[in-house]
């Protein structure tokens, strides 16, 4: 898988409003009603990034998610984070 170029990413990014690219990654926040939900959404995303083998960096504070998408072995964004990124989109829009 390849690296997208930067002006690549920023064209994606427009059908990710929540998504920022920065730091060789592309970011998103979250936020849920309580720890519940949001920890509900992230076993959701667990089961989307084993099915398509692609890993975030995420963390969680209370009702917080914090995710992280760049494909290691290409140094920098690939379409499969975008694949991840839409696919944590339907989740989170399912929840909220």
């Given at each position: 898988?390849?690296?997208?170029?930067?002006?690549?990413?920023?064209?994606?990014?427009?059908?990710?409003?929540?998504?920022?690219?920065?730091?060789?990654?592309?970011?998103?926040e979250f936020e849920f009603d309580n720890f519940?939900?949001?920890?509900?959404?992230?076993?959701?995303?667990?089961?989307?990034?084993?099915?398509?083998?692609?890993?975030?960096?995420?963390?969680?504070?209370?009702?917080?998610?914090?995710?992280?998408?760049?494909?290691?072995?290409?140094?920098?964004?690939?379409?499969?984070?975008?694949?991840?990124?839409?696919?944590?989109?339907?989740?989170?829009?399912?929840?909220?």
């Open positions: 898988m390849s690296k997208l170029s930067e002006q690549d990413i920023e064209k994606k990014l427009l059908r990710f409003p929540d998504w920022e690219y920065y730091e060789n990654a592309i970011h998103a519940r939900d949001c920890f509900s959404a992230m076993s959701r995303i667990a089961f989307e990034c084993e099915a398509l083998n692609h890993h975030p960096e995420w963390t969680n504070i209370y009702n917080i998610l914090s995710i992280s998408l760049s494909t290691h072995d290409a140094d920098g964004v690939t379409n499969k984070d975008f694949q991840l990124a839409e696919a944590i989109e339907m989740i989170v829009e399912v929840q909220e």
